[in-house]
């Protein structure tokens, strides 16, 4: 029995499904995307990107796709490859995927929320006609609207890190980056969980990709197949934009929360307001009281602390 392996864009892959529609089993093993009973030959399509040929007719079946190979990624010339390697194809934006962002990491107050989302290629149309775009420009509100009603359309994970366990991590000395890593791999293997199939994930880039993979070594689960990195993945695909989009929810519905619990109101970011309204913190519940509200090792501690001190001062 002859066998043949070649590796596709997801692009190719899909349309592959498509030509074999009619023949498609059931009976598919772990990591597939479809397996094909054809009467020359068997085909299994992986997440990979690898597509099996087995059977008297491989060759011949698998010619036609060949041509159509994506680019060995053991290719490594140039310094550049490394950031291609997991460049999204052309295609991205039609392919039904999973994709994921965080919010929260450079304000003070506030948690980490990481989102992981998938939407299906054929769901585009009514996520459009829900608002969901590239969320920047949108204001709190619009936000709110939009989440609430993508929260009920499609599979999505969100993970949210409270502020006393950021603080922990960071104090055991690690760094943003790979708690956002963790995160990201997490949420992206819940929703994997929750759908049949997808083309590709595509992760919003805040790290390169080598970098992203160290920070997850030692992990029990690495999530690599069909994984692309781009910045303003947002823009990309819808995906991203849903996962943005919640994250944004959560975080806006978290500050409300932990802003009503003390008392004051949070602002974002972490500019001078935001020291007065610590500093204001402070002076209602004392210094502890950010661990559970902020990101401490952030310079708005030690300012806001500065101001309590010349309040007093003053007084
Ligand atoms: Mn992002």
Redesign the pocket.
Known sequence: MSQVVITVLPSIMTEMKNKYNSMLTDKQPPGSVFVAKLPSCTITAYRSGKVLFQGAGAETEAKPWQSADAPSPKKKSAKKVCDHQYAPPSTISSLSAIGS???GTGDFFGPMTVVAAFVDKKQMPLLKELGVRDSKGMKDPEIIEIAKNLIKTIPYSLLILPNEKYNAMQRKGMNQGKMKALLHNQAIQNVQKKVPSYDAILV???AKPEVYFNYLKGQPTIVKDSVYFA?K??ELHLA?AAA?IIARYSFVMEMNRLGKENNVELPKGAGPVVDQAAAKLIQKHGEDVLNKVAKVHFANSQKAIKLVEKAKRSK
């Open positions: 962002d965080e919010v919003d880039q805040f910045t993945a947002e991203v943005s």
